[in-house]
């Protein structure tokens, strides 16, 4: 029994008959057929079984050339997007919004630092070494041009008077001679005339020698105001040079040195501090007491690297300093030439006008709105574009890399727009296209739905 099965085991198959060798190859090629139907059923309805089934391009060179279809728009039917119905468009959730015009401004935010006008800002100081002799003015007094500040007794000034009236009394006396030599020409000698010429002229050099000293000094001095007068009068004039007449007649003058320098206001202003007293020795350069006039004061901004390109000059700066509730209005009235190396950025400036808040009658002292060194937050409008168009964030799609939205038609066709983004205000974007109008309704919601239909349209129609 054993050995039968054995053998029937081990007996070979029986040969496939004819009927079964063309029954099969039938079938193979009855499911190649029917692979190849759905191929090209799919192929033709860009594999979409029902509208909003379709998926986005398998790869990003199906992505780039839809972008290199789009810059042709060669055919506007291209560029919509139509439901077959009502209910269709319903099931989609696809959601519109009218587009919305208004003004739209852009900005750039930074900090900035309140600082004292440049340009009208000085720190003073003795061109000659000496003490403190009276001091005049106190911090945070306010001062006119011309108004004596301190008073330093300096050995040289003292000096240089005296050289100045000896000098002055030579030249005189020098004209007088060469005049009556010259009157006298007839019975004197040419050489003797000459020599009081040459004599005059070099009195006068020394003269005129000394005046500049003086005026170096910071005096205001003209040898024509001493012509003419006694040698008393030049000498009362010369004792208590550049002092006010307030100042010069309630001193002696013969209780009262020659030596008196005055240190005078150039222009109006306030004056900030000093640490003077009587006495106090006082040396060349040395800076003494500061001024500055703080009627206009000065805005320094740091704008980032990424914005500096898109500063201009005269464009309108709002400053919020710490302590106030009030935006400064002004404009941008230079912008510096380098990038600051280690903050990287690139400092603006700005001017505004300082006002009082109070003043005294009595010293005529004000207090003013605006402090140095106060901090605060800028904003500069790089742009304001009145009656802009703006959507909703959620409108704007990409398209490799280029924006678009979705705009209705009619009932059921949507048209793709390319798009040029601005500013975001909120939950709006400006946005800038040839194609917009005020009366446009934009998708806001299902737009994922249009841009796969538009996409595989594209595709589709790529050859």
């Known amino acids: 029994m054993s050995d039968e099965l054995a053998h029937k085991k081990g007996a070979d198959p029986k040969p ?13 090629i009855g499911t190649l057929l029917i692979l190849l139907a759905v191929a090209y059923y799919g192929h033709s309805t860009h594999w979409s079984f029902g509208y909003g089934a379709h998926a986005a391009p398998h790869s ?92 330093i007794d300096a050995v040289e000034v003292g000096r240089a008077k005296a050289e100045f009236f000896s000098d002055l009394v030579d030249v005189e006396s020098k004209a007088e001679i060469l005049a009556a030599l010259e009157k006298a020409s007839a019975s004197v000698p040419e050489r003797q005339i000459r020599e009081a010429r040459v004599n005059l002229r070099e009195a006068k050099i020394r003269l005129q020698d000394t005046e500049q000293t003086l005026i170096n000094m910071g005096f205001a001095l003209k040898k024509e105001d001493f012509e003419g007068l006694k040698d008393a009068e030049r000498s009362a004039k010369l004792h208590f040079l550049g002092l006010p007449d307030s100042i010069a007649k309630s001193l002696d003058p013969s209780q009262t040195t020659t030596n008196l320098l005055p240190l005078t206001a150039a222009f109006d202003g306030t004056l900030l501090h000093h640490d003077l007293a009587i006495g106090e020795m006082v040396e060349i350069g040395k800076s003494l007491l500061e001024i500055a006039d703080m009627r206009r004061m000065w805005l320094k901004l ?52 300082n006002p009082i808040v109070s003043s005294d009658p009595e010293t005529g ?4 709105l605006l402090r140095a060194q106060t901090f605060g937050i800028g904003t500069i409008v790089i742009r304001e574009s009145a009656e802009a168009f703006v959507v909703p964030r959620s409108a704007i799609l990409h398209a490799d890399a280029q924006p678009m939205i979705f705009a209705k038609t009619d009932a059921l066709t949507f048209v793709a727009i390319e798009v040029k983004l601005g500013p975001q205000v909120g939950d709006l974007v400006q946005i800038e296209s040839d194609e917009l109008r005020p009366d446009l309704e934009v998708v806001c919601q299902g737009t994922h739905i249009l841009k796969s239909e538009w996409i595989l349209n594209h595709v589709a129609s790529t050859p």
């Open 302 to 353: 740091d704008v980032p690297k990424e914005d500096a390109n898109r500063l201009v000059l005269g464009q309108v700066v709002h400053f919020l300093p710490d302590g106030l509730d009030q935006d400064l209005d002004s404009k941008i009235t230079w912008i510096d030439t380098e990038m600051n190396q280690k903050t990287r950025t690139l400092r603006i400036r700005a001017e505004v006008d």
């Open 60 to 151: 990003e060179h199906e992505e780039t050339e839809v972008r290199e279809k789009l810059e042709t728009k060669e055919d506007a039917e291209e560029w919509q997007v139509s439901f077959p119905s009502e209910k269709s468009l319903q099931q989609s959730g696809i959601k519109t919004v009218p587009i919305e015009q208004r003004t739209v401004t852009e900005k750039v935010k930074t900090t900035g630092v309140i600082t004292y006008d440049e340009r009208m800002f000085a720190a003073l100081s003795s061109r000659v070494s000496g003490t403190v002799w009276r001091v005049l003015k106190q911090p945070g007094d306010t001062i006119r041009k011309g108004d004596v500040l301190v008073v």
């Open 365 to 368: 002292n004000e207090v003013r």
């Open 16 to 28: 496939e008959t004819l009927f079964q060798k063309v029954w099969g190859g039938a079938r193979y």
